[in-house]
């Protein structure tokens, strides 16, 4: 069974500062990997798709990779700021009968202090 | 822009109640989905729908019910609420593939 892991459960950092979110999944056969942002009482907004034959995705100051062999991403995010406080969660899509299931890490809740 | 719009974004609804929440999509795609999100357990499946009048349980599908009688529309339906089900319910689709998935912006139930 499929499960999806993201360390560390939250983060805080000052505003500036480049970091990185990681996700660690437990069996490699995936068909992509979606990083999405999470701001309190929302919904759920896509950041980067990374499909499973692709090493990195980048979309301004954020930057997505997946080494499927480790059953491993990480999300980048450069000089962070105080907007980017929020939660991130990673997902990664199995085939299921006829379409594909989303399996969800718990998300690294992130706060940028200005 | 493409959508998945949740018809509302906060709902108060009373011990057995029936319950029904829309979710409309403009994107033409084939897969819908609903989860629930709780503090502690993450996204959990409910049900899907890969096609119209299509359906599959979830994780989780105990006391919900779906419909789907249009492409651009799924709706989850619980029969008779239960203080359990409070919760935010969170719709998303995606095309048949390798897309991505697109969410709507939630609907948080609070039944009393």
Same mark, same amino acid.
């Given at each position: 069974?499929?499960?999806?892991?993201?360390?560390?459960?939250?983060?805080?950092?000052? @505003?500036? @500062?480049?970091?990185?979110?990681?996700?660690?999944?437990?069996?490699?056969?995936?068909?992509?990997?979606?990083?999405?942002?999470?701001?309190?009482?929302?919904?759920?907004?896509?950041?980067?798709?990374?499909?499973?034959?692709?090493?990195?995705?980048?979309?301004?100051?954020?930057?997505?990779?997946?080494?499927?062999?480790?059953?491993?991403?990480?999300?980048?995010?450069?000089?962070?700021?105080?907007?980017?406080?929020?939660?991130?969660?990673?997902?990664?899509?199995?085939?299921?009968?006829?379409?594909?299931?989303?399996?969800?890490?718990?998300?690294?809740?992130?706060?940028?202090?200005? | 822009?493409?959508?998945?719009?949740?018809?509302?974004?906060?709902?108060?609804?009373?011990?057995?109640?029936?319950?029904?929440?829309?979710?409309?999509?403009?994107?033409?795609?084939?897969?819908?989905?609903?989860?629930?999100?709780?503090? !502690?357990?993450?996204?959990?499946?409910?049900?899907?729908?890969?096609?119209?009048?299509?359906?599959?349980?979830?994780?989780?599908?105990? !006391?919900?019910?779906?419909?789907?009688?249009?492409?651009?529309?799924?709706?989850?339906?619980?029969?008779?609420?239960?203080?359990?089900?409070?919760?935010?319910?969170?719709?998303?689709?995606?095309?048949?593939?390798?897309? !991505?998935?697109?969410?709507?912006? !939630?609907?948080?139930?609070?039944?009393?």
């Amino acid at each position: 069974k499929q499960e999806v892991t993201q360390i560390p459960a939250a983060l805080s950092v000052p @505003e500036g @500062e480049n970091l990185v979110l990681n996700c660690s999944f437990t069996d490699s056969a995936i068909y992509n990997l979606q990083w999405f942002r999470q701001d309190p009482g929302k919904g759920l907004t896509s950041l980067l798709l990374i499909q499973s034959s692709q090493r990195e995705q980048t979309s301004g100051r954020l930057n997505a990779s997946l080494d499927k062999s480790s059953g491993r991403s990480t999300l980048y995010i450069a000089a962070s700021q105080p907007g980017d406080s929020a939660t991130y969660l990673c997902a990664v899509r199995q085939w299921t009968g006829n379409t594909g299931k989303l399996i969800f890490g718990q998300g690294t809740t992130l706060q940028v202090k200005p | 822009d493409v959508k998945v719009t949740q018809s509302s974004r906060y709902l108060v609804k009373r011990t057995g109640e029936k319950v029904f929440l829309e979710c409309v999509q403009d994107m033409d795609h084939e897969n819908m989905f609903w989860y629930r999100q709780d503090p !502690g357990l993450g996204l959990r499946l409910i049900y899907f729908s890969y096609d119209v009048k299509m359906k599959e349980k979830g994780d989780i599908p105990e !006391g919900y019910s779906v419909s789907r009688e249009k492409k651009e529309r799924f709706s989850l339906i619980l029969e008779s609420a239960s203080t359990n089900q409070t919760s935010m319910y969170l719709c998303a689709s995606n095309e048949a593939g390798i897309d !991505g998935y697109t969410f709507g912006s !939630g609907t948080r139930l609070t039944v009393v």
